[in-house]
Structure formats: C-alpha cells, structure tokens
C-alpha cells in the first residue's frame, strides 16, 4: 500500500517528470556541471501556481544530488534566528526547499543574503560585536506563487529562475497514460484522447481524476482488476464525479452563478467569499486560476465580472 501511494504520489526520477522539458534539461544540465565540479549547484527559483509540483522538482534536484531535502514554508519562519538554525543544521549538499517565499518577512529574507553568496550567516551579538558563522554548502530552492511579490535584491540573487509553461496537449495525454497504467486501467487511445480534452492542465488534478476513475471503475465491475474503461462509461463515471470539461467542479460552477446572476455587474472579492463561505485566499488560489485561465472570468484587485 504504501508503494503504490508513493508511485502515484509524485514521479521519483527526472524521467517520469512529463511535463517543462526546458526546465528539466536545464536542471539536468547543472547537476551534471555540479557532479563533474563536486561542488552544489547554485541556488533555483520556482514560479508557478498552486499544485505544480514544485516541492515534487526540488526533491528530483535532491535525488538526482544524493543529497537530503529540507522542507519549510515561508510563514513558518517568523524570526530571522529562526531561519539561523535552519541553516546551521544543514549538511555539505543539502537542499533546502522554502515554498511561498513572498511570505517572508524582510528581515528573515536579508539573512539569506550572505548564506546564499558567501556561505555564512551575519550576526550582531547583544554587546554589538559583529560574527560570521559559517554554513556547509547548501542548494536553496525557493518556490512562490507570486513571483511580483519578490524584492529586486531578492530575484537578482538566483542564476536559475523558472515561470511554468502549460501542459501541451501531448504532455497532458503522456501523464494521462502513466497514472491510468499505474492504476490498473484498460484504455484505449480514443478514450484517453478524450479525457485529455477534458481535465485542466493542473498536474494534481489529472492525477486527482485518475484516482476517482480507478475507483468508479472498481465500483463498477465490482473487482480491483481488468478495469476497462471505455467511452460507453464516460458519461456516467463524469455525471458521478459531478465535474464538467476542463475540471470545473462544484465550487467553480456556483462562483460563475454568482457572477452570472450580476447580470455583468461586477462584485467584490469580499462578497463573492461570503456568498461562497470559503476565505478569499481560497478563492484567489484554488477557484480563480482555472477560470481565468480558460478565460471566464476578468479580475482586478478588487472587482470580478464574467468574461464579455
């Protein structure tokens, strides 16, 4: 059980990560430089929304290394002699992942400044003497979902910056085929093509659809084997899901009734929440991205309307 969970959770090598070919051959790239020069590679930064598998590519870069992954959020560090003992307890050729990045508090960040470029940690002792502790050398991945969110300093002081491409068609058919092998489903090419013309291009929710059909199909035939899923079942097993093309569900279909009832008024992201009851950060992160995406939807700071 906890094998499969572990495969189906998230690829463990470079070569069933199927999607951002210009990143990974990047990456691979730098490992490569690494290895032959025995020294990390240099620090790498991760802009893209939610759920793209940013902790899952930190942890090939480790792999690839052979080094550990340390794992922390950005709000989780509050104080900079927090973010001290982080490093301190770094090993030679670590890799420390900080997702949500905009999240630090500016003098935490300031303290990175000299670990990521000179491998020490500047500090003023109570009596105002002045200290440099060393830290082993360490790659830092940062990953943010707000990349207009970071310093200049801050942006400036990373060779390796990655934004996210959409998935390509033949990139969402490829994952499709993995997950749906993984779990034991007969598919033929139509029917794949098909759900390839229905699911977002969101790493988690493909492998969330994958999941549900496994389950609709063991449901189905009443054993956890030989499932066959064919274009005869669709209709059904999506009606079941309570989803609609391109992975708009439940929550995604009312926040367009909202603004359907408006009548192309705009309404404040404050009311849309409360009409919702869901927090505007869930809203802004889980619900607005795909339909912005697709084009529903125009947004400001402040106001949301339906797409003319």
């Excluded at 905009?102 to 109570?126: F, G, K, N, Q, S």
């Excluded at 033929?188 to 994958?210: A, G, K, M, Q």
């Excluded at 869901?278 to 339906?306: A, C, M, N």
Aim: proline share 5%.
């Amino acid at each position: 059980m906890n094998k499969e969970i572990k495969d189906w959770s998230r690829p463990d090598s470079f070569d069933h990560f199927i999607w951002q070919e210009f990143i990974v051959k990047t990456l691979k790239t730098a490992i490569e430089s690494s290895r032959i020069r025995k020294k990390p590679i240099w620090h790498c930064l991760f802009s893209w929304p939610s759920w793209f598998w940013k902790t899952t590519l930190a942890s090939l870069v480790a792999n690839e290394l052979a080094s550990e992954i340390k794992v922390i959020t950005g709000y989780a560090i509050q104080r900079p002699s927090e973010l001290v003992s982080i490093l301190s307890l770094l090993r030679s050729w670590d890799v420390l992942f900080i997702d949500e990045i905009h999240r630090l508090r500016a003098p935490v960040e300031e303290v990175l400044y000299t670990a990521m470029e000179d491998r020490c940690i500047d500090m003023i002792l109570p009596d105002w003497h002045h200290i440099r502790l060393p830290v082993e050398p360490f790659t830092l991945i940062w990953a943010t979902t707000k990349l207009e969110s970071l310093s200049l300093p801050l942006k400036n002081r990373f060779v390796y910056s990655f934004y996210l491409e959409p998935y390509s068609r033949e990139e969402k058919k490829e994952i499709i085929k993995r997950y749906i092998l993984l779990q034991q489903i007969i598919c033929d090419e139509e029917t794949i093509l098909n759900i390839v013309e229905h699911v977002s291009w969101v790493p988690r929710n493909i492998t969330s659809i994958c999941i549900q059909l496994r389950d609709f199909l063991t449901s189905y035939y009443k054993r956890d084997t030989n499932l066959v899923f064919t274009l005869d079942l669709w209709e059904d097993f999506w009606e079941r899901a309570h989803l609609k093309k391109w992975w708009i569900g439940p929550l995604h279909q009312r926040y367009l009734e909202i603004l359907t009832e408006r009548e192309g008024n705009p309404i404040g992201l404050m009311t849309l929440s409360g009409k919702l009851w869901i927090s505007p950060k869930s809203i802004e992160s889980d619900i607005e991205p795909l339909l912005f995406e697709l084009g529903r939807i125009e947004k400001t700071s402040r106001w949301r309307t339906l797409s003319s």
